[in-house]
């Protein structure tokens, strides 16, 4: 004879499926990306990477454009590993730098994507994002920031030379069918007039800090919509793309988090 569920024990099913459907919805929405703490570290040849050696697909989420500078054996992007807003074994920071190179001055950046190729010498070709779903409310982490003063510049931003430099810390979200690929030297890529855009914070670095602070990026939402990538960008020099800055700018950065 089978036996009868009583409507409590009904009701106690539905509710436990309703709480188990929240807890699987809050860790999809609770997402971080793998490395934010930024303790993980290569090298290949003379080239530091923000991943571990033998990485998989799921660890390639941050890059920089140190392999576009290889064979000068030059790092803009590197491990600090004294200088950590958290110390502790294994802990390790972002050094980000601006400087000169052979043939044109170089701010260091560190992104979420893939770095693919220099193109002509005055730009690099990349894949921007990382995939992504949750819908962050901030982004928090630790910088300590030494800008120098401007002493490369070009147009149209000649008249920049002489003032501090500038850094930048950007989180972009996006519903792109597919990562973004693009030329930096093709032109500006504008976040705001991408169609794609969910949501969006910058925060400009502008002075000098005595070690390192706290901050916390807000993100403002355009459409209540799911993300399928996130994009962070980190620049030493935020008009390094034009060739503009300081080669005595550095910038530190650690324990990055997403907020919900």
């Not at 793998?34 to 799921?58: H, I, T, V």
């Not at 401007?150 to 008249?159: C, D, G, Q, R, V």
């Not at 500038?166 to 979200?173: D, M, P, R, S, T």
Request: charge should be neutral.
């Amino acid at each position: 004879m089978a036996n009868k569920i009583s409507c409590k024990e009904i009701v106690m099913k539905k509710v436990l499926i309703f709480l188990m459907a929240i807890c699987i919805g809050s860790v999809v929405n609770a997402q971080q990306l793998y490395n934010m703490s930024l303790d993980e570290w290569s090298k290949q040849g003379r080239s530091w990477n923000p991943f571990p050696k033998d990485a998989s697909e799921e660890q390639l989420v941050w890059d920089s454009a140190n392999r576009g500078m290889k064979v000068l054996g030059v790092n803009t992007t590197m491990p600090e590993y004294e200088h950590v807003a958290v110390p502790g074994s294994g802990k390790a920071a972002a050094k980000i730098v601006s400087r000169n190179v052979t043939w044109a001055f170089a701010a260091g950046s560190l992104f979420t994507g893939h770095f693919i190729r220099v193109v002509n010498f005055s730009g690099i070709e990349m894949d921007s994002g990382t995939p992504f779903k949750g819908r962050p409310k901030s982004l928090s982490g630790y910088y300590h920031y030494q800008p120098g003063t401007i002493n490369h510049a070009k147009e149209p931003y000649l008249s920049k030379k002489g003032e501090t430099d500038n850094g930048q810390i950007e989180v972009a979200l996006y519903d792109w069918p597919k990562v973004l690929r693009f030329v930096t030297n093709d032109g500006h890529y504008d976040p705001e007039s991408d169609p794609h855009l969910i949501g969006r914070g910058v925060l400009t670095l502008t002075q000098a800090t005595d070690g390192y602070v706290h901050f916390e990026i807000p993100i403002k939402y355009r459409r209540d919509t799911t993300p399928t990538y996130v994009g962070l960008n980190i620049l030493s020099s935020a008009l390094g793309e034009y060739f503009t800055g300081s080669s005595n700018t550095v910038l530190y950065i650690d324990e990055l988090q997403f907020n919900y």
